[in-house]
Structures are given as structure tokens and as C-alpha cells.
């Protein structure tokens, strides 16, 4: 029985992606690397995030998500997550309208744009598991992929 991991998302099967592996025996964190080459402007007030594709999807349980994160070294380079962590939950895996594909979205607070290279490592997964109160009766399926939640 698979109970969590990564595979390689739909049009992404020719773009030699590595799948995420941990650094140490005892690291929480699988490393991403971006899925190809991205610039990302020095930012400017009402810029948008920049998304940087992985190409990567991941499955996990039902009472599991994951979560996005930056890189220690990133911000010391004025690269910062737009949205702090990303949450992805199990239903992402898959999803109809990007088959799971999950993104970073990054702003650059330094002062020139960013090179971000195919391979080079962008942020990090943990997995983890969640809890719900005793009262909760969602029964509500997803439809989309990203942000499809907010819809």
C-alpha cells in the first residue's frame, strides 16, 4: 500500500524532474528544485507573486497534507515565499484541472532579478497529519487545482 510520495505531474514526463529526496537521516524536509528556468523581478509594490513550477505532484493520506516552505538560505538572498507556507491537501493530489502539479510563488525582496535555474532547489515538503474537532461534518469534494478552494 502507497502512503506518500512523489511522482512526476502530466506534462512534465520529459523534463528530466528529479523527485525530492532528504538531505540527511534525520532531516524533516524533502528538497524541491524548480522544474525549469524562472526569473523573478526585484519587488515592486502591487507586484504578483512569481510562480516557479516543480512538476512534481504528491499523495499522501486522507488525514495527511503537506506543506510548502522556504529554504533557510532564502531569504538571506531576498527570496521569500509570497504566502509564508503553502497547505496542500490530499485532495490536491490529482485534481482535474493541473492533475496535482503543486508550485512555489516567490517574491524577490532584493534589489535585481533572480536567476532561478532547472534543478536549483527552491523550497521544501514536510508531511504531516491533521486533526478535526469533534463537531466537523465537511462533505464538500474538490473540483480545481490551485486556489481552487477560495472559489
Given at each position: ?5 512523489f ?9 528530466n ?5 532528504r538531505s ?12 525549469e528556468d524562472v ?16 512538476g512534481?505532484k ?8 503537506y506543506?510548502?516552505a ?5 531569504p ?8 509564508s507556507?503553502?497547505?496542500?491537501d490530499a485532495?490536491y ?27 536549483d ?22 473540483k ?6 477560495d472559489?
Open positions: 500500500m502507497r502512503l506518500r510520495g511522482e512526476i505531474a502530466k506534462g512534465f514526463e520529459d523534463k524532474i528529479n523527485l525530492p529526496k540527511t537521516k534525520n532531516a524533516a524536509a524533502y528538497d524541491i528544485e524548480a522544474a526569473t523573478i523581478p526585484p519587488y515592486t509594490h502591487g507586484i504578483k507573486p512569481t510562480l516557479i513550477p516543480t512534481l504528491a499523495y499522501c493520506q486522507d488525514d495527511e497534507w506543506m510548502l522556504n529554504r533557510s538560505g532564502g538571506k538572498k531576498g527570496f521569500v515565499m509570497a504566502n507556507i503553502g497547505i496542500i485532495d493530489y490529482g485534481n482535474e484541472s493541473n492533475d496535482g502539479h503543486f508550485m512555489f510563488q516567490y517574491f524577490n525582496f532584493g534589489t535585481e532579478p533572480l536567476e532561478v535555474k532547472k534543478g532547489r527552491i523550497g521544501q515538503v514536510i508531511f504531516m497529519k491533521y486533526l478535526i474537532t469533534d463537531d466537523d461534518d465537511a462533505t464538500g469534494e474538490r480545481g487545482g490551485f486556489g481552487s478552494t472559489k
